[in-house]
C-alpha cells in the first residue's frame, strides 16, 4: 500500500497551490480520501476529505470556500485544489485513506497514510 502526495512548494499568500495524492496497493474507489495538515509541535489536523464516489466532501471550517477537492478514481488520485492561500495554511499536508463512504475528520479513522508534502505560504 502507497499513498504518494505531491505538489507542495512555497506560493505567496493570496496564491494557489495544487496537491496530488496517487495511491496503489489497495482499491482506491472503496476509500473515502481525506487532507490532514502538521506543523511542529502540532498535532495533526483534519482539513477535507471527499467521498469514495466523489460526491460529497466535508471540510474544516477555515479552509472552506477556499480549498476543493476531487478525485480520478480511473487514476487512484486524489486533489486538493487550495486558492486564496493564508501564511496560516503552511504545514505538511498529509494525504489519508479511509475503508468505505469517507469523510471522517478524526486522524484514528484513517487506514493509510501518505508521507506528506511541505507548503509553505510566505512573501
Known amino acids: 500500500v502507497q499513498l504518494q502526495a505531491s505538489g507542495g512548494g512555497l506560493v505567496q499568500p493570496g496564491g494557489s497551490l495544487r496537491l496530488s495524492c496517487t495511491a496503489s496497493g489497495f482499491t482506491f474507489s472503496d476509500y473515502g480520501m481525506g487532507w490532514f495538515r502538521q506543523t511542529p509541535g502540532s498535532e495533526r489536523e483534519f482539513v477535507g476529505a471527499i467521498s469514495m464516489t466523489g460526491g460529497s466532501t466535508y471540510w474544516e471550517e477555515s479552509v472552506a470556500g477556499r480549498f476543493t477537492a476531487s478525485r480520478d478514481n480511473a487514476k487512484n488520485t486524489v486533489y486538493l ?43
Open 81 to 123: 485544489q487550495m486558492n486564496s492561500l493564508k501564511p496560516e495554511d503552511t504545514a505538511t499536508y498529509y494525504c489519508g485513506a479511509q475503508r468505505g463512504y469517507g469523510l471522517g475528520s478524526q486522524v484514528e479513522q484513517y487506514d493509510y497514510w501518505g508521507q506528506g508534502t511541505q507548503v509553505t505560504v510566505s512573501s
